[in-house]
């Protein structure tokens, strides 16, 4: 059966399991799906169109007896000769013993073998075949480790597809596989496996692409079915007078893209269906804001709201903000931090339970087990990316199922939202307020820092300050501790006094680092060096600078993120990229910044420069690790496979229609397959 565990196949002891496990394979099923990620040609070649270092497929006639020659109990050579059409040629197989008896005098042998035109001979790797038999066109070679051999693998794919290949059952439903010109899962196992042609890999190829996204998605759209069930939603029916009463007050018009989205998530919030939605917005683009008025909607529905953010700083920030915009209106807002203790934390906590506070805004103190809700409606999560999926769930089962709002400031290119975020509903604020000055960026050379320093220079005599960043490598935080020490140091000599300059570094304890930024904030320090990327969303309106030394170092999503820092007030503001890049393509990220101030523009670039993976880095982005199709290069197989989840959902999101009967088994496989994982 194709549920059974490897170990049935003969073959396959404990230690050969194990390691096919370290492959991602534990039963029949794991292992007919594991594709090879490429194919060799070993279609047989005249020796006229051979060239030289060539892996090619000679087919010949032995014309002299084979000598085995051994050096040690795992090292032989077998030299024999071949005539290759016209010609002699001379045949090495190196620690591969056990081929001497096929190759006997007169036998016909087709071998796969590196070509060395200056000796005329090759260096044996496979023997395809032998007198009368029929040598194969194409050869998967597939992702193996130090534990698995090709030839292992190989051989035990072949076993398990004559025992049990004809029990695969198809997972695309079949009007979709009609559509889209798809093979059966059966056929899709058959040619990606054993092609005969270029067309039957590239046929196989396409179908397992298309598989695989919409498998993935498929997942995506069962979760987002079982999360938004009306059972496990809450409506709240928000007083939208009140809204508008606050609006009113506010000393700028908002944008119609925050009009756009604030309809957007208040609609969800009044529908009874769970609310799961992410809130995308390019640096400075008002997200605040939004999260403000959809905040005071809940509270006017007599529920509490809770924002959570990554650090103690910005937590301050927020409340300081939300306090004032909410002082005259009937809201008690709270702060809750790990440095909230004794006295005020337990009236704090009795409060919150009590119904009093309407709005507690806190860093991962709002998840602690002490902590109780009396009537939590909304959560908004901000920089949800630095938050893990469990901390999340945490937050959201303090309350009476509330609604999920994450907010981010990392611009998501499509392909990104799709996957990454493919269960959750987007809402994006693709405009700035009007009169946001766009940020002055500029490359320079590091032969050209003189050039910085009198931008610095100039800024500081305006009464402004600047940030200072070095990369940081997570492989050495010795040498960038170094790199930013010395920055530290050149800067305190080149600006004398004329500034106070402080360090900041990722060996610092997270309250010494508080204690910097607070600093800063309060312009004691003029100037900060850092190591680590500085917090995201930390407002300091009156940096104008920002210089990023080895700028190269960084994606453009990040330099994006690190410029966005500065210009938060009304001043110009300008970023210094300092770079002498090593390639064209650090050559064409550092140009792309200097043309452009929108983030979707760079986050698009990024994703195409770097891949899917580096946009976040892996562990924040939970960017899915594709084993046949690329998300960038695949985009539109991957946009058609949402399409077609999402419009199965749409119809039967129950999937009882007996079309939709092997998708059900695959869940339910999947699901038993995650809890024994668990």
């Known amino acids: 059966m194709l549920t059974d565990s490897i170990a049935t196949l003969a073959g396959v002891g404990e230690k050969r399991a194990l390691a096919l496990n370290s492959l991602g394979i534990a039963t029949i099923n794991d292992l007919l799906f594991y594709f090879p990620f490429r194919y060799t040609d070993l279609k047989v070649k005249p020796l006229e169109e051979v060239a030289d270092q060539e892996q090619v497929t000679l087919k010949g006639t032995v014309v002299t007896p084979a000598v085995l020659t051994r050096f040690g109990p795992h090292k032989s050579r077998l030299n024999f000769k071949l005539q290759v059409e016209h010609a002699v040629v001379a045949v090495t197989f190196f620690n591969q013993p056990w081929l001497k008896?096929?190759?006997?005098?007169?036998?016909?042998?087709?071998?796969?073998?590196?070509?060395?035109?200056?000796?005329?001979?090759?260096?044996?790797?496979?023997?395809?075949?032998?007198?009368?038999?029929?040598?194969?066109?194409?050869?998967?070679?597939?992702?193996?480790?130090?534990?698995?051999?090709q030839q292992t693998l190989i051989a035990l794919i072949k076993q398990a597809y004559?025992?049990?290949?004809?029990?695969?059952?198809?997972?695309?439903?079949?009007?979709?596989?009609?559509?889209?010109?798809?093979?059966?899962?059966?056929?899709?196992?058959?040619?990606?496996?054993?092609?005969?042609?270029?067309?039957?890999?590239?046929?196989?190829?396409?179908?397992?692409?298309?598989?695989?996204?919409?498998?993935?998605?498929?997942?995506?759209?069962?979760?987002?079915?079982?999360?938004?069930?009306?059972?496990?939603?809450?409506?709240?029916?928000?007083?939208?007078?009140?809204?508008?009463?606050?609006?009113?007050?506010?000393?700028?018009?908002?944008?119609?893209?925050?009009?756009?989205?604030?309809?957007?998530?208040?609609?969800?919030?009044?529908?009874?269906?769970?609310?799961?939605?992410?809130?995308?917005?390019?640096?400075?683009?008002?997200?605040?804001?939004?999260?403000?008025?959809?905040?005071?909607?809940?509270?006017?529905?007599?529920?509490?709201?809770?924002?959570?953010?990554?650090?103690?700083?910005?937590?301050?920030?927020?409340?300081?903000?939300?306090?004032?915009?909410?002082?005259?209106?009937?809201?008690?807002?709270?702060?809750?931090?790990?440095?909230?203790?004794?006295?005020?934390?337990?009236?704090?906590?009795?409060?919150?339970?009590?119904?009093?506070?309407?709005?507690?805004?806190?860093?991962?103190?709002l998840i602690q087990d002490a902590v109780n809700y009396n009537s939590l409606g909304l959560v908004i999560i901000d920089e949800q990316h630095r938050f893990g999926v469990n901390q999340r769930r945490i937050?959201?089962?303090?309350?009476?199922?509330?609604?999920?709002?994450?907010?981010?400031?990392?611009?998501?290119?499509?392909?990104?939202?799709?996957?990454?975020?493919?269960?959750?509903?987007?809402?994006?604020?693709?405009?700035?307020?009007?009169?946001?000055?766009?940020?002055?960026?500029?490359?320079?050379?590091?032969?050209?820092?003189?050039?910085?320093?009198?931008?610095?220079?100039?800024?500081?005599?305006?009464?402004?300050?600047?940030?200072?960043?070095t990369p940081l490598i997570a492989e050495s935080e010795k040498i960038d501790l170094q790199n930013a020490e010395q920055l530290y140091q050149d800067l305190q000599q080149a600006l004398g006094d004329k500034a106070n300059v402080a360090l900041l570094h990722g060996q610092m304890k997270p309250d010494e680092k508080d204690t910097i930024m607070r600093a800063f904030s309060d312009n004691i320090y003029q100037v900060l060096v850092s190591t680590t990327v500085v917090e995201v969303g930390v407002d300091v309106p009156n940096a104008t600078v920002m210089l990023i030394m080895d700028a190269d170092r960084f994606g453009l999503s990040q330099l994006h993120q690190l410029r966005g820092r500065v210009g938060r007030g009304k001043k110009a503001a300008y970023c210094i990229l300092v770079a002498n890049p090593k390639n064209d393509t650090g050559i064409e990220r550092m140009q792309i910044m200097t043309e452009t101030n929108d983030g979707f523009v760079l986050a698009q670039k990024d994703l195409e420069l770097r891949g899917s993976g580096e946009i976040f880095g892996d562990r924040q982005s939970g960017m899915p690790n594709f084993k046949i199709g690329d998300p960038v290069g695949d985009f539109t197989i991957l946009e058609v496979a949402q399409q077609e989840a999402k419009q199965i959902f749409t119809t039967d999101a129950d999937l009882s229609a007996p079309e939709h009967a092997g998708l059900a088994h695959y869940l339910s496989q999947n699901r038993e397959r995650q809890g024994s994982l668990d």
């Not at 001979?121 to 051999?149: D, F, H």
């Not at 959201?396 to 269960?423: N, V």
């Not at 820092?449 to 005599?461: F, K, S």
């Open 395 to 469: 937050l959201q089962e303090k309350g009476l199922k509330p609604d999920l709002l994450s907010m981010t400031a990392t611009p998501i290119p499509r392909t990104l939202a799709i996957t990454t975020y493919g269960e959750m509903d987007v809402s994006t604020i693709d405009e700035l307020p009007a009169g946001r000055q766009p940020i002055t960026t500029t490359w320079i050379r590091k032969n050209q820092m003189d050039l910085a320093l009198q931008r610095i220079n100039e800024q500081l005599a305006q009464g402004s300050q600047v940030f200072a960043i």
């Open 162 to 365: 004559e025992a049990d290949g004809d029990q695969i059952v198809d997972v695309i439903p079949e009007a979709i596989r009609t559509h889209y010109r798809l093979l059966s899962d059966q056929q899709l196992v058959a040619w990606m496996h054993f092609p005969e042609t270029d067309a039957q890999a590239k046929a196989a190829r396409r179908t397992a692409i298309f598989r695989e996204f919409f498998l993935f998605q498929v997942q995506l759209q069962s979760l987002k079915t079982q999360t938004d069930a009306p059972q496990n939603g809450l409506m709240i029916p928000y007083d939208n007078q009140a809204l508008r009463q606050l609006i009113a007050t506010l000393p700028f018009d908002l944008t119609n893209a925050q009009k756009r989205v604030v309809n957007e998530i208040c609609a969800d919030m009044r529908s009874p269906e769970h609310m799961n939605r992410l809130l995308q917005g390019d640096v400075g683009s008002g997200k605040t804001i939004v999260a403000a008025i959809v905040m005071y909607a809940a509270i006017t529905a007599r529920y509490q709201a809770a924002l959570m953010v990554p650090t103690e700083v910005l937590a301050e920030q927020h409340f300081a903000k939300l306090s004032q915009l909410f002082a005259d209106f009937p809201v008690r807002v709270a702060l809750l931090t790990g440095s909230t203790t004794g006295k005020k934390r337990r009236d704090i906590l009795a409060d919150l339970a009590s119904g009093e506070i309407d709005l507690i805004i806190g860093t991962h103190a």
């Open 101 to 149: 008896e096929k190759f006997e005098m007169g036998v016909e042998a087709a071998i796969f073998g590196k070509w060395d035109g200056m000796r005329h001979s090759l260096t044996g790797m496979k023997l395809l075949a032998t007198q009368n038999q029929e040598e194969p066109g194409l050869a998967a070679v597939y992702p193996v480790n130090k534990s698995i051999r």
